[in-house]
């Protein structure tokens, strides 16, 4: 999706703002609620606020994109949680400076992150034919964004590729954060019939942790920003399955283009990365795990095996992240219906 700016301002919405910052929570992660995470969430030292912070706040955001403040919620105690809503881009979990309707030009001040949350959450949307009422999420971090420098030298990592028995659980909360229960029993990929679900568990360690790396349990691992899938019948060479199964550079949520149920995309044994508070005071690591369902299809999560004929199949699994660094990983497995 092209990206369409104001101005040509680059940089980041915390100080400092020619240098990159370590992001915790990814565009479209899980989150409570079954829901996706429609933002990134832009990590600050909660533990050493810049010098005159309000109280109750702890550092400065800065406009990404110039142009009128559309919708602000500023609540009436300073260091309470409110909004700020400009061109593109929405400031979440701040304390407010600007009043709706005032012009701000990129870079210039316009809200506090509240204490307490160690982030900013930052929004970004398109607006098809220029309509607010009708916008779409998109990834902050994407490669022609606003985001610059973002910079991640670490390939993605498959770290396994599992067969199940088809299960999808109600999505839980445990410790403020969303759990996705694993009820499936495994089965043997050389012996494969009815519905299957095939899961890949893949992450995006991140090459760049900033002031995080003072905090090792605090670091978390990002989702790839592309899986593709490849399936050849390999009595014949024929390729039957060559798709991308995730991208996250638009919305899958309601309001995206082609929505995904949140279960349809990421598959049961989802962790979400525990909230900085949370992990400070449970003193654990706190990074989640993330499972993708690798034939899912919005009202189809699973592979049914009776499609295809009976014989030995080839799954090629690839993961690029934002930084287009790529890894693949390969298994076998045999239909037997």
Known sequence: MRREYADTYRGW?????????????????????????????????????????????????????GGEVWRVIRPRAVGKEGIVRIGHFGYGHVSPVVRLGERIRPGQLVAWTVAGGWHLHLSEWHFPGGNRDRRIGVNPLARDGKIQPYVDLALPVIYEIRFTTPASPPWRTVLGSAFFPDLAVGVDPSRLSGLVDVRARIEDPQSFNGWLDRFPHLTTTHHPARVRLTVTRLDDGARVVDRDVFTSDVSLGPDGPHPIPISNHFAPGCRQNLRVPTALKQDKPGQGQLWFRLFARPGDPYWDTTRERNGRYRLRVTAWDLARNKRAKTVEATIKN
């Open 13 to 65: 919405p915390v100080a400092p703002r020619n240098q990159q910052h370590p992001v915790r929570g990814s565009y479209l992660d899980p989150r409570t609620r079954g829901k996706y995470h429609e933002g990134i969430d832009v990590s600050v030292r909660d533990d050493r606020p810049e010098r005159g912070a309000p109280p109750g706040c702890s550092h400065r955001v800065f406009a990404l994109e």
